[in-house]
């Protein structure tokens, strides 16, 4: 396991984010935007199991120049674990003249660590992480309606699948769920949404209390 490295050169004249990782049970901090959207995908990605911000810095020699550089993040799922390098995508384009030659030389030198190390090495842009940005906007609403699992099964819980077993259902109509106030019901219609057990157009459409969500048969009774 890993602990985000704290030290940041010019922390001062970068863009700040804290976000709260309910999966963690601690405070994110972030430095981009971009840093922000890939915490979002991250985050809301149940096959990632754990996951660390900054997690590492190393000093490596790349053509007789020592390079400085610190992962964005490293990433663990129960198949393996994955050092991350995340930048926009011109910055590390050499036929864009925006191209950042300090990005290229820390992204050699990742390279050639994890090589040596044997540690699986990713590189993801801003073309990857936003490629939908409906799909990213629907996560980031998302987020804050984790709950573990087990609080997740609830009485509330059978209740919810019994109405989807016909048909879908706008999520204002599931909420009108008797002995429940009508926000503890979508609440909870979200944490499912998050988990997958339930389901609805959220690479096409934004998510509101019009949106008509469905069973996920596969993962419902996972």
């Known amino acids: 396991m890993y602990s985000p490295i704290k030290e940041i050169n010019n922390e001062m004249g970068r863009n700040r984010f804290f976000a709260f990782s309910r999966r963690l049970k ?3 901090r972030l430095y981009s935007p971009l840093q922000y959207d890939n915490w979002v995908m991250v985050e809301t990605d149940l096959s990632v199991e754990y996951y660390c911000e900054r997690p590492k810095k190393i ?3 790349v053509a007789g120049e020592i ?3 610190v992962f964005d993040m490293w990433i663990k799922t129960e198949k393996e674990e994955i050092f991350i390098f995340l930048r926009n995508a011109y910055e590390i384009n050499i036929n864009d003249h925006r191209v950042k030659q300090k990005a290229l030389k820390e992204l050699l030198a990742q390279q050639i660590w994890c090589k040596e190390m044997k540690y699986k090495h990713r590189i993801i842009t801003d073309e990857d992480i936003r490629s939908n940005l409906i799909l990213l906007a629907n996560k980031k609403t998302l987020i804050p309606y984790y709950m573990p699992i087990n609080e997740l099964r609830n009485e509330l819980y059978p209740l919810i699948i019994d109405k989807l077993c016909n048909e879908p259902i706008a999520i204002r109509e599931l909420e009108k769920i008797p002995g429940f106030h009508p926000i503890t019901v979508r609440n909870h219609i979200y944490a ?4 997958g057990i339930i389901k609805f157009n959220q690479n096409h459409e934004i ?3 019009l949106s008509e ?8 009774y996972s």
């Open 192 to 195: 499912m949404i998050y988990y």
């Open 59 to 61: 000093v490596v020699s």
């Open 26 to 28: 601690r405070e994110i």
């Open 213 to 220: 969500v469905t069973i996920n048969v596969q993962e419902t």
């Open 207 to 209: 998510i509101s209390s």
């Open 67 to 69: 390079i400085e550089t």
